[in-house]
């Protein structure tokens, strides 16, 4: 229905139409382009799909004659939405459903308008304005939208890998500034300013520290980008303290597709790498490696699976390009039950193995992680390698203090509280695994049938799981102490790891070769090991270990068959099996008073025990 109005018709200066109309909502969004609002709201439908029925309330004030060329068209109206509708902003997968309230508009663009609607199973709302831009003569329409998603619906509606860590609902606010068309033509194609926050409170990230968070914990997310159509799309941001930095591209099937981001811990800001795949860099605090070897077991299973499996390992089981760690700082690093300190780390995602290069007060130098560690072994090659900050955690004691009947339990490091560890087989376990002890009975580390926990049942680490190993280690030290060339293989068996060498070469002070096996034997694993250990002066080795020893210039050798229950590392002399031959040549004892157990205390049995743990 329509109607005209002229007001004088001797002297028509304009005409006034007024109507209202009912039909489909996607035609109505291509009746701009009939009319001279052409330039402004032409080509709503190449941005916009409709479904529904829409009501159109309309006023047109026309200028007649051309005595007045500055006179322009006068416009107002409005839509509203009498039954079910939705709208669809193209190239992209925000669907607004179930609208209601109205959208008011005049020949200049949307006036200020408020609407709700349904998105993604949930409730919405949005408000949309006309505001003036930065640049002189320059107009913008403002969308405003603000609602909540459960994790659980973005999962249904952009399938990835990533929303298997996330539970909860993410309360956000979305603004989209949409410039003016240029163009005659009117709008063809989205060029828009994006801009997303959430406090995230609400949202559990079940990631380890410092990505992951609670639900109740508020972690500001910040994310603006621009969208042109036929461009790539880049995201800049800040999740708490990481920036980041995206590169977005259609992939194959039309969807946006992660072509190479940066993320950098602490930093305000931070560029794209040159080429693609992903790259973190930064400095952190801290760093529990355990948390995260132990997510990325929970997440791939064993035997090859899930995230381990195709060379993903636990970064990569979140999709997308290939990882890149560049010079990251970390001033402490837990590892196992070891704490590095003044960390520097790189690391590289490669098609078979992960290459990583660290440098910290303890250790130096690379290690090669393979995706399959099985098959192929995880390689260590250590520069220098400082034993005393990872074991030596008890105070030189004298021969008189140490008891021949107390049991040892495998030291810990300093500050560090021993929990237990589930299985698992992605890069980031099987690297801890080589540097730490194995999970042991109940909560406790090392304590076996005499610990507080003797009760409880044991739940040793599988050897069929193990990686192999090919460690070398040119300076092996404790403290400033040089103890030689430190050489271990470890090879795969179908019932566990075959210690093919172990040899410390560190002559004249000490020189010890080894062979060993570490397999399920009766449904428990077990450690066989074989050592021949010598010194050419025993009391100066014991020394520059930090045990007082009244020992001269004595050659000392030690033959041993051992074996006990678990893996290496849970070496515990409460269940340790096998036999020891204790030979000391010629030397001096100096300050001893007469007396067996004095004379034995030289070789302070429980405390080596705790050596042994490495």
């Known amino acids: 229905e329509a109607q005209a109005e002229i007001l004088d018709l001797t002297d028509a200066q304009r005409v006034t139409v007024r109507g209202t109309a009912r039909g489909d909502f996607n035609q109505a969004l291509a009746f701009p382009e009939a009319t001279p609002l052409r330039a402004s709201l032409g080509g709503l439908s190449d941005l916009f799909t409709a479904e529904g029925l829409v009501a159109i309330d309309l006023k047109m004030d026309i200028p007649l004659g051309h005595d007045h060329p500055e006179e322009r068209l006068g416009l107002t109206g409005a839509l509203s939405w009498p039954g079910a509708a939705s709208l669809t902003l193209a190239g992209t997968d925000l669907v607004l459903a179930d609208l209601r309230g109205g959208l008011g508009f005049n020949q200049d663009g949307v006036t200020p308008s408020r609407l709700e609607a349904q998105s993604l199973g949930a409730p919405l709302s949005a408000t949309l304005d006309r505001i003036r831009a930065s640049k002189p003569q320059t107009k913008l329409t403002e969308l405003k939208l603000t609602g909540a998603t459960t994790a659980k619906a973005l999962a249904e509606r952009l399938p990835h890998p990533l929303w298997r860590q996330l539970e909860g609902e993410i309360p956000w606010d979305l603004n989209i500034r949409i410039a003016d068309p240029r163009s005659p ?64 591209a259609r992939d194959g099937k039309g969807g946006p597709g992660l072509k190479r981001g940066a993320f950098a811990l602490g930093e305000e800001q931070v560029e ?40 993903a390992g636990g970064l990569a089981g979140l999709g997308g390009p290939r990882w890149t760690v ?11 039950t070891a704490q590095l300190r003044e960390v520097r780390l790189d690391l590289e995602q490669g098609a078979q193995a992960w290459e990583m290069r660290i440098q910290a007060q303890e250790l130096a130098g690379r290690l090669t992680l393979p995706h399959k560690p099985r098959g192929q072994p995880l390689r260590a090659e250590l520069e220098r390698l400082d034993l005393k900050p990872l074991l030596g955690d008890d105070p030189p004691k004298t021969p008189a203090e140490t008891s021949l009947k107390t049991p040892a339990r495998p030291a810990t490091a300093k500050g560090s509280v021993p929990t237990p560890r589930p299985q698992g087989s992605g890069p980031a376990a099987q690297a801890t695994d080589s540097l730490a002890p194995s999970p042991l009975a109940g909560e406790g580390w090392g304590e076996g049938a005499t610990g507080s926990r003797a009760n409880k049942p044991t739940r040793w680490a599988d050897p069929r799981q193990a990686p192999a190993l090919d460690l070398a280690v040119d300076r092996l030290h404790w403290a400033d102490n040089d103890l030689g060339r430190l050489t271990l293989r470890a090879a795969a068996t179908p019932g ?115 050596r042994l743990t490495l």
Do not use: C, M
């Not at 801009?195 to 380890?208: D, E, M, N, R």
């Not at 560049?326 to 196992?336: H, K, M, S, T």
């Not at 040899?503 to 004249?508: D, E, I, K, T």
């Open 326 to 336: 560049a010079d990251l700082g970390i001033d402490r690093l837990q590892v196992g």
């Open 496 to 610: 566990g790891l075959a210690i093919e060498e172990l040899r410390l070469a560190g002559a004249p002070r000490i020189q010890l070769t080894g062979t060993g096996t570490w397999t399920q034997e009766d449904a428990e694993p077990r450690t066989r090991l074989d050592l021949d250990a010598s010194s050419a002066d025993l009391g100066e080795l014991l020394r520059h270990l930090d045990y007082a020893s009244y020992l001269e210039q004595a050659p000392g050798g030690v033959l041993a068959r051992l074996s006990w229950p678990g893996g290496p590392a849970d070496l515990n002399l409460a269940v340790l099996e096998g036999e020891v031959e204790v030979k000391i040549g010629k030397g001096s004892l100096l300050e001893v008073d007469p007396g067996v157990g004095r004379v034995l205390g030289v070789l302070n049995l429980g405390a080596l025990g705790r």
């Open 272 to 311: 794209l790498p040159g080429a693609d795949g992903l790259r973190l860099t930064g400095r952190l605090p801290e760093l529990d490696l355990n948390a995260w070897r132990d997510w990325a077991a929970s997440t791939g299973g064993s035997g090859g699976s899930g995230v381990a499996a195709g060379g």
């Open 185 to 248: 033509a009117g709008i063809r194609a989205l060029q828009a300013e994006f801009s997303l926050s959430s406090s995230l409170q609400g949202l559990a990230v079940k990631l380890p520290q410092p990505v992951g968070k609670g639900r109740a914990e508020t972690r500001p997310l910040s994310l603006n980008w621009q969208s042109q159509a036929g461009r790539e799309t880049q995201v800049r941001g800040r999740y708490g303290d990481l920036a980041l930095n995206l590169l977005f």
